[in-house]
């Protein structure tokens, strides 16, 4: 299909065009349909990985042209490791593994601030006040994946896990406090 109208390439096509009969006009209209239908759905099947649709869809930001930039990023005890620290401005797919022994998240907030020192109350980071809350991929368990695309601008980031648990002796683990954030930068 081209601008809106179909190009009958095949000669079983440009026979069909040809033909006269309401049945056979039908009959090419349903094949265009189910090729256009077709089509549709493995662009859907190629553009939305089942790990996005699983996220929280309304934070993810879809690919807006043909380049993404995909980051590697493991979420452990107590640390938060990237294949890179720095890309360009795009969209930017972050492909997360939860190499640890608890369950953790990846939050992603844009900021001037150092990823050390971002407002935390009662061990969570306080993130409308952080900065610009960009998205974040929610708790998922031990062992799993997840991934999803954001449009990030220039700037700096802090990514971070904000999960804060009850301890036993009544203390709070939060993820953050035990180290769980890293910088990361988007270039012009």
Known sequence: MTDGVFVLNSPAERELAGMKSEDQQTMKLQSQLRTLVGFTTIVLAVAIP????????????AP???????VGVVLKEWRIDLDKQ????????????????EDHELVIVKTDRHHKALPVS????????AGELIGEIEEFPMGEAREATFMLSPG???????LVEQEEDGGLESHYQEGMHVPFTVLR
């Open 122 to 129: 009662h061990g969570k980071v306080i993130e409308t006040e």
């Open 64 to 70: 807006r042209s043909s380049q993404v930039e995909a």
């Open 86 to 101: 720095a890309v360009k401005t795009c969209p930017v797919t972050f492909r997360v593994n939860n190499f640890g022994d």
């Open 50 to 61: 089942p790990s996005v649709a699983e996220d929280s869809l309304s934070r993810v930001t």
């Open 156 to 162: 700096n980031y802090a990514l971070f896990c904000n």
